[in-house]
């Protein structure tokens, strides 16, 4: 807040931004062309000295915004993502905004507005939402191809990118896209002990993990506009998931026969997503009507085969499983103006499925896997959900507008197999917005919402892992959990010296889901009363040229969480298990004023707190710090190459486990476990262009 009061003489005054005509001088701030009723209007010309391909590149430069995605939750519901496509919300769920932001080439982008979301008449939006406005433009392509590799443990990677092809004229867009998108992680090295109860070594491992992951994906989209103004949208993408995760360790014991562990967990699948919408005029009003159909299948299987040097039977485990997922939805969206503010009656209705086998296997002294049983593995899960919600949206003032949303749920959750339930839910849900420019250059919004929580599928069924010897027994008697939320955000232009965001947040979960007892000593997924969090999060570029540092800005962003919530287990109050409660991002930018070169530097640091199940607790995270750099030409043949390499200060791989011989609040501890492993520099190679 001291920040933005001392800024403030500066960015009470108006600026005029300039077009930078020539790339190579390089040094014009991405200030807004125009400022009108708290919106910020970017055009490609603000943009010119990080030379984008496209419109996320542009996006990623706006002083003091952060592009969010969608909340991944099933159904479509209210907006979650802040972009718009000329005004529209993005309704294709498996790629989202970041893959169709890509997508859209620079020479399309006529401008960007980032206005506050509750002067947009749309159900959802708050706080900074970025609305990308397109032009037409001729047939063009765009590629982008990536690379990474590691000196030790991780496999190289050089089939990442994607190479995408479109066309815009005044009544038919269209875009195709085929990409692949690629996982490569490991850890290695380091130390790994375990450790008796009383805290003497008893085990050292040498441990290798792995994963290799690659999701190849092709897909389409079209929109046409008849000359009466009706819209039609249609958008189709298949996609292939292809992953190998290894953990194996050496493990020598201080006592007793060394041993070799051999743990895979290999996964396959494949899905395909239709979705279609179309709008036009209506009784005086505006309809749209939305379609879609997703559906995915996976197959998967862990082993865990224990090998021992003095040549006894091997043991092991093996747990395979089957899965077929799919949702269908259908949603209409009628707006109209009336009584001096926009209306819009929202109605959808969401359809999901869960299909489920498992097995668990016991490794025979032949060699052979042997099926045990597993109750309670197999079976599925459906749920039938129809949402309405009627959103009215009026400006209270010249300066102040406001947003009215109100509605409910009703949900029916039904699971097939042992124990099966059906069980039916109804939920108020609905927000209040408020949206203040309180003078040019800083803007406040504030917002009240009731939400309603959907519930992991997955946690209904039970399941292991048999990498961590953890089991989940599964809960037919899962319930959604509700939140209270309240955001205050405040966005001041600090002139030449950038823009800064900052938002105070605050949630009530009832219903909050974690680990319970249940009998026999397991722990499953369950409803505990209550939880609440409180939040900080500030965001700010710093334009230096004021400084005499043409070309250069600094990205700076900071997020503190507070936690509560009432053990299971003990009754004793602690913070979420496993939650990321501070976080800081800095990156230094700098685009060398009369070249096509330009470098940066930054780093990350997130503190993660103790995570807690029944039977253990302890720590498992990554970093805390990773630094990095990039150096980057912006005409290599008419193309953009960027060379980065993350993780300079050997960010860590770390775990910290305590686990007990039964429940952690009355038993004795059985051991501790410790791992230390080196993730190695990371190198990245970036090439985009068009054509």
């Known amino acids: 807040m ?71 939750a099933r159904g479509l519901g209210q907006a979650s993502a802040n972009v718009l496509i000329d005004g529209e ?41 970025a609305n990308v406005i397109t032009k037409p433009s001729a047939i063009s392509g765009r590629f982008t191809y990536r690379a990474n590799f590691r000196p ?70 079209a929109q046409w506009t008849s000359p009466g103004g009706t819209i039609v949208n249609a958008n189709a993408n298949y996609r292939r998931a292809y992953q190998n995760f290894r953990d194996n360790q050496q493990r020598d014991l201080v006592n007793g026969v060394d041993r070799f562990r051999m743990f895979e967990d290999r996964v396959r699948g494949w899905g395909y997503e239709l979705g279609a919408d179309v709008q036009f005029d209506l009784a005086g009003g505006r309809l749209k009507l939305i379609g879609l159909e997703s559906y995915s299948r996976n197959r998967g299987r862990s082993d865990s085969i224990i090998s021992f040097e003095d040549g006894s039977d091997d043991v092991g485990s093996r747990f395979a499983s089957r899965s077929e ?71 209270l003032a010249d300066n102040l507008s406001l947003q009215v949303g109100m509605g409910g749920e009703y949900s029916t959750i039904a699971q097939t197999g042992a124990n099966g339930l059906t069980r039916s839910f109804w939920r108020p849900k609905g927000s209040i917005n408020l949206a203040w420019q309180v003078a040019d250059g800083l803007d406040l919004s504030f917002e009240l919402a009731r939400t309603v929580g959907q519930l992991s599928f997955g946690d209904f069924l039970r399941s292991v892992s048999l990498n961590q010897n953890q089991q989940n027994a599964g809960n037919v008697e899962l319930v959604p959990p509700q939140t209270w939320e309240a955001k205050l955000e405040a966005t001041k232009d600090l002139g030449d010296w950038g823009s800064s965001n900052l938002r105070f947040y605050a949630r009530r979960i009832d219903d909050y889901i974690e680990f319970i007892p249940v009998p026999g000593g397991l722990e499953t997924r369950g409803n505990i009363d209550k939880a609440t969090l409180l939040g900080v999060y500030w965001n700010t570029t710093f334009q230096l040229e004021p400084l005499g540092l043409n070309g250069m800005q600094l990205e700076v962003t900071l997020q503190f969480e507070d936690t509560e919530l009432e053990d299971p287990l003990t009754g004793e109050k602690r913070s979420f298990g496993g939650h990321q409660d ?6 230094l930018r700098h685009d060398i004023p009369g070249s096509n070169w330009a470098w940066g530097a930054g780093m990350e640091y997130n503190h993660t707190l103790p995570y807690y199940r029944l039977g253990e607790t302890g720590f498992n995270y990554e970093g805390p710090t990773y630094t990095y750099a990039f150096i980057e030409h912006k005409d290599v043949f008419g193309m ?17 486990r305590y686990v007990y011989e039964g429940y952690r609040d009355r038993t004795p501890l059985a051991f501790r476990e410790t791992q230390d492993l080196s993730v190695q520099p990371i190198f990245n190679f970036r090439l985009s262009g068009d054509f």
């Open 325 to 395: 997922s799919g949702e269908r939805i259908a949603r209409a969206e009628y707006s109209w103006s009336m009584l001096g503010g926009d209306w819009q009656l929202d109605a959808e209705a969401a359809f999901n499925r869960l299909d489920r086998s498992a097995q668990l296997f016991d490794l025979d002294p032949s060699g052979e896997f042997v099926e045990i049983p597993f109750p309670n593995g197999t079976g599925g899960v459906t749920e039938d959900r129809y949402e309405t919600i009627l959103t009215h949206s009026r400006p």
């Open 152 to 221: 030790k443990y991780a496999e190289p990677s050089y089939i990442g990118g994607e190479v995408s092809l479109s066309g815009s004229g005044e009544t038919f867009d269209w875009t195709m896209a085929v990409s692949n998108g690629v996982g490569r992680g490991a850890a290695g090295g380091g130390n790994a002990f375990i450790y008796d109860a009383d805290g003497n070594v008893i085990e050292q491992r040498d441990i290798r993990m792995q994963f290799i992951g690659d999701f190849p994906r092709i897909s389409g989209s």
């Open 640 to 656: 953009t190459a960027n060379l980065s390499v993350f993780n300079l200060t050997d960010g860590r791989a770390i775990q910290d």
């Open 2 to 72: 001291a920040l933005l009061a001392v800024a403030w003489p500066v960015a009470a005054q108006e600026v005029e931004a300039e077009a930078e005509p020539d790339l190579p001088e390089g040094s014009a701030t991405p200030d807004a062309a125009e400022q009108r009723s708290g919106t910020r209007v970017f055009t490609p010309e603000d943009f010119a000295r990080f030379a984008p391909r496209n419109a996320l590149d542009m996006l990623n430069e706006v002083p003091g915004f952060t592009v969010r995605g969608e909340d991944g």
């Open 89 to 129: 919300r993005i309704t294709n769920k498996s790629e989202g905004v970041f893959s169709q932001l890509q997508r859209i080439a620079t020479d399309r982008v006529e401008r960007i507005e980032i206005v506050d979301g509750a002067t947009l008449g749309i159900a959802g939006l708050s706080g900074q939402v």
């Open 582 to 587: 501070h976080q800081v991002d800095l990156e």
